[in-house]
Protein backbone atom coordinates (compact mmCIF):
# COMPACT_ATOMS: atom_id res chain seq x y z
CA UNK A 1 0.00 0.00 0.00
CA UNK A 2 0.85 3.58 -0.60
CA UNK A 3 0.72 6.63 0.90
CA UNK A 4 0.80 10.20 -0.37
CA UNK A 5 2.32 12.77 1.45
CA UNK A 6 0.44 16.58 1.60
CA UNK A 7 2.97 18.93 1.83
CA UNK A 8 2.16 21.07 4.77
CA UNK A 9 4.68 23.84 4.12
CA UNK A 10 3.60 27.44 3.77
CA UNK A 11 3.85 28.34 -0.45
CA UNK A 12 6.66 30.95 -0.95
CA UNK A 13 5.45 34.64 -0.72
CA UNK A 14 5.07 36.35 -4.64
CA UNK A 15 6.87 39.48 -5.47
CA UNK A 16 3.72 41.38 -5.35
CA UNK A 17 2.76 40.08 -1.73
CA UNK A 18 5.95 41.17 -0.85
CA UNK A 19 6.31 44.58 -2.59
CA UNK A 20 2.56 45.47 -0.79
CA UNK A 21 4.58 44.30 2.57
CA UNK A 22 7.30 46.27 2.26
CA UNK A 23 4.91 49.41 1.35
CA UNK A 24 3.39 48.80 4.41
CA UNK A 25 6.30 48.64 6.46
CA UNK A 26 7.55 51.94 4.59
CA UNK A 27 5.04 53.94 5.21
CA UNK A 28 5.11 53.32 9.49
CA UNK A 29 8.57 53.99 8.72
CA UNK A 30 10.06 51.03 9.59
CA UNK A 31 12.88 51.68 7.08
CA UNK A 32 15.19 49.06 7.61
CA UNK A 33 12.66 46.44 7.48
CA UNK A 34 11.30 47.35 4.70
CA UNK A 35 14.49 47.53 2.39
CA UNK A 36 14.89 43.86 3.34
CA UNK A 37 11.92 42.76 1.58
CA UNK A 38 12.67 44.94 -1.53
CA UNK A 39 15.77 43.31 -1.58
CA UNK A 40 13.82 40.01 -1.73
CA UNK A 41 12.58 41.08 -4.94
CA UNK A 42 14.10 40.82 -8.34
CA UNK A 43 13.89 44.62 -9.89
CA UNK A 44 12.10 43.47 -13.23
CA UNK A 45 9.26 42.45 -11.21
CA UNK A 46 9.11 45.83 -10.10
CA UNK A 47 7.05 48.65 -12.24
CA UNK A 48 8.22 51.95 -12.45
CA UNK A 49 6.18 53.44 -9.54
CA UNK A 50 7.18 50.35 -7.37
CA UNK A 51 10.86 50.94 -7.97
CA UNK A 52 10.39 54.60 -7.44
CA UNK A 53 8.86 54.00 -3.80
CA UNK A 54 12.32 51.72 -3.42
CA UNK A 55 14.16 54.14 -4.20
CA UNK A 56 12.67 56.77 -2.21
CA UNK A 57 13.39 54.41 0.28
CA UNK A 58 17.32 54.39 -0.31
CA UNK A 59 17.34 58.10 -0.09
CA UNK A 60 15.44 58.21 2.87
CA UNK A 61 18.24 56.03 4.47
CA UNK A 62 21.07 58.31 2.87
CA UNK A 63 22.02 55.65 0.23
CA UNK A 64 21.98 58.57 -2.42
CA UNK A 65 23.80 56.67 -4.93
CA UNK A 66 21.99 53.24 -5.00
CA UNK A 67 18.59 55.74 -5.48
CA UNK A 68 20.11 57.78 -8.12
CA UNK A 69 20.63 54.25 -9.62
CA UNK A 70 17.15 53.44 -8.81
CA UNK A 71 15.23 56.61 -9.92
CA UNK A 72 17.18 56.21 -13.46
CA UNK A 73 16.01 52.77 -13.98
CA UNK A 74 12.47 54.90 -13.00
CA UNK A 75 13.14 56.92 -16.21
CA UNK A 76 14.18 54.37 -18.58
CA UNK A 77 10.10 52.47 -17.40
CA UNK A 78 8.58 55.54 -17.88
CA UNK A 79 10.21 58.75 -18.98
CA UNK A 80 7.77 61.15 -17.94
CA UNK A 81 7.89 59.56 -14.72
CA UNK A 82 7.60 63.36 -12.78
CA UNK A 83 7.94 62.38 -9.32
CA UNK A 84 11.55 60.26 -10.05
CA UNK A 85 13.18 63.45 -11.99
CA UNK A 86 12.09 65.90 -8.99
CA UNK A 87 13.75 63.34 -6.61
CA UNK A 88 16.93 63.30 -8.56
CA UNK A 89 16.76 66.94 -8.36
CA UNK A 90 16.17 66.94 -4.77
CA UNK A 91 19.38 64.42 -4.09
CA UNK A 92 21.55 66.31 -5.99
CA UNK A 93 20.50 69.08 -3.93
CA UNK A 94 20.79 67.29 -0.72
CA UNK A 95 24.13 66.40 -2.13
CA UNK A 96 25.56 70.25 -2.75
CA UNK A 97 24.75 70.38 -6.56
CA UNK A 98 22.05 73.16 -6.10
CA UNK A 99 23.04 74.45 -9.62
CA UNK A 100 22.20 70.81 -11.37
CA UNK A 101 19.06 70.81 -9.11
CA UNK A 102 17.75 74.46 -10.45
CA UNK A 103 18.45 72.91 -14.01
CA UNK A 104 16.28 70.03 -13.47
CA UNK A 105 13.36 71.40 -11.70
CA UNK A 106 13.22 74.24 -13.98
CA UNK A 107 13.07 71.70 -16.96
CA UNK A 108 9.50 70.29 -15.34
CA UNK A 109 8.43 73.81 -14.24
CA UNK A 110 9.05 74.36 -18.38
CA UNK A 111 6.97 71.01 -18.93
CA UNK A 112 4.45 71.93 -17.51
CA UNK A 113 4.19 70.26 -14.95
CA UNK A 114 2.90 72.21 -11.65
CA UNK A 115 2.81 71.19 -8.01
CA UNK A 116 3.70 72.75 -4.66
CA UNK A 117 6.40 70.69 -3.94
CA UNK A 118 7.93 71.19 -7.28
CA UNK A 119 7.67 75.21 -6.31
CA UNK A 120 9.52 74.34 -2.89
CA UNK A 121 11.99 72.11 -4.28
CA UNK A 122 12.75 74.94 -6.99
CA UNK A 123 12.91 77.61 -4.19
CA UNK A 124 15.23 75.95 -2.39
CA UNK A 125 17.68 75.58 -5.26
CA UNK A 126 17.64 78.86 -6.47
CA UNK A 127 18.41 80.35 -2.85
CA UNK A 128 21.20 78.28 -2.36
CA UNK A 129 22.53 79.69 -6.11
CA UNK A 130 21.84 82.97 -4.82
CA UNK A 131 19.23 83.80 -7.34
CA UNK A 132 17.02 85.64 -4.11
CA UNK A 133 14.96 87.65 -5.72
CA UNK A 134 13.82 84.22 -8.32
CA UNK A 135 13.54 81.65 -4.99
CA UNK A 136 10.98 84.83 -3.11
CA UNK A 137 8.64 84.61 -6.61
CA UNK A 138 8.93 80.38 -6.70
CA UNK A 139 8.30 80.29 -2.77
CA UNK A 140 5.51 82.67 -3.11
CA UNK A 141 4.23 80.49 -5.38
CA UNK A 142 4.50 77.40 -3.92
CA UNK A 143 2.39 79.17 -0.84
CA UNK A 144 -0.25 80.41 -3.18
CA UNK A 145 -0.88 76.67 -4.42
CA UNK A 146 -0.63 75.27 -0.42
CA UNK A 147 -0.90 78.48 2.01
CA UNK A 148 -0.19 75.56 4.57
CA UNK A 149 2.96 74.33 3.22
CA UNK A 150 4.96 74.44 6.32
CA UNK A 151 8.67 73.66 4.62
CA UNK A 152 7.74 76.78 2.01
CA UNK A 153 7.12 79.38 5.09
CA UNK A 154 10.05 77.79 7.02
CA UNK A 155 12.48 78.39 3.73
CA UNK A 156 10.58 82.06 2.70
CA UNK A 157 11.20 82.95 6.31
CA UNK A 158 15.39 81.86 6.18
CA UNK A 159 15.17 83.67 2.41
CA UNK A 160 13.89 86.72 4.40
CA UNK A 161 16.85 86.60 7.16
CA UNK A 162 19.03 86.32 4.36
CA UNK A 163 18.10 89.82 2.85
CA UNK A 164 18.08 90.99 6.18
CA UNK A 165 14.23 90.94 7.16
CA UNK A 166 13.72 89.34 10.35
CA UNK A 167 10.59 90.54 11.33
CA UNK A 168 9.11 89.10 7.71
CA UNK A 169 11.18 85.82 8.62
CA UNK A 170 9.59 86.28 11.93
CA UNK A 171 5.70 86.33 10.62
CA UNK A 172 6.46 82.77 8.59
CA UNK A 173 8.26 81.00 11.03
CA UNK A 174 5.47 81.58 13.41
CA UNK A 175 3.16 80.64 11.03
CA UNK A 176 4.89 77.47 10.07
CA UNK A 177 5.04 76.98 14.37
CA UNK A 178 1.08 77.27 14.42
CA UNK A 179 0.58 74.37 11.35
CA UNK A 180 3.62 72.46 13.67
CA UNK A 181 4.60 73.63 17.24
CA UNK A 182 6.24 70.21 18.27
CA UNK A 183 9.22 71.36 15.35
CA UNK A 184 12.14 72.02 17.11
CA UNK A 185 13.84 73.22 14.68
CA UNK A 186 11.22 76.26 13.69
CA UNK A 187 11.41 77.13 17.23
CA UNK A 188 15.50 77.92 16.33
CA UNK A 189 14.81 79.73 13.46
CA UNK A 190 11.86 82.13 15.52
CA UNK A 191 14.51 82.57 18.30
CA UNK A 192 17.29 83.70 15.50
CA UNK A 193 14.83 85.56 13.99
CA UNK A 194 14.18 87.50 17.72
CA UNK A 195 18.19 87.29 17.66
CA UNK A 196 18.62 89.62 14.89
CA UNK A 197 16.34 92.49 16.35
CA UNK A 198 18.44 92.31 19.66
CA UNK A 199 15.04 90.76 21.45
CA UNK A 200 16.41 88.76 23.45
CA UNK A 201 13.61 87.95 25.78
CA UNK A 202 11.60 86.40 23.09
CA UNK A 203 14.54 85.00 21.73
CA UNK A 204 15.16 83.23 24.95
CA UNK A 205 11.51 82.14 25.29
CA UNK A 206 11.87 80.59 21.77
CA UNK A 207 15.04 78.13 22.63
CA UNK A 208 13.60 76.99 25.69
CA UNK A 209 10.53 75.98 24.08
CA UNK A 210 12.98 74.37 21.40
CA UNK A 211 14.82 72.77 24.75
CA UNK A 212 11.88 71.14 26.10
CA UNK A 213 11.19 69.86 22.70
CA UNK A 214 14.81 67.98 22.96
CA UNK A 215 16.69 68.94 25.91
CA UNK A 216 19.92 67.58 23.70
CA UNK A 217 19.57 69.96 20.69
CA UNK A 218 22.75 71.11 20.25
CA UNK A 219 22.11 74.15 17.94
CA UNK A 220 19.33 75.03 20.61
CA UNK A 221 21.95 74.61 23.17
CA UNK A 222 24.73 76.52 21.32
CA UNK A 223 21.87 80.16 20.56
CA UNK A 224 21.13 79.52 23.94
CA UNK A 225 24.82 80.54 24.75
CA UNK A 226 24.71 83.12 22.76
CA UNK A 227 21.71 84.85 24.36
CA UNK A 228 23.33 84.28 27.76
CA UNK A 229 26.24 86.05 26.45
CA UNK A 230 24.51 88.79 25.10
CA UNK A 231 22.63 89.28 28.59
CA UNK A 232 25.69 89.29 30.27
CA UNK A 233 25.30 86.10 31.99
Same mark, same amino acid.
Given at each position: ? *?????????????????????????????????????? #???????????? /????????? +???????????? #???????????????????? !??? @??? $???????? %? =?????????????????? !???? @??????? &??? %?????????? %??????? @?? =????????? $????????? &?? +??????? =??? /??? /? *?????????????????????????????????????????
Amino acid at each position: M *SFRTTNTSTPPLTSAAILAEALKLQQRGQLTAAVNLYQ #QIPLNHLDANSL /NAYAILQAQ +LGQYTHAQQLFK #QVLKLNPKHTNARMNLANIA !LEQ @GDA $KSAVQALQ %Q =LLRNGVRSADLYYNAGRA !LAQT @GQLDAAM &ITL %QTCLEMAPQH %QLALNEL @GN =LFRKLEQPQ $KARECYLQA &IN +LNPQHKG =LWV /NLS /N *SYLETDSLPEALDAINTALKLDPNYAEALSNLCTIYLRQGQ
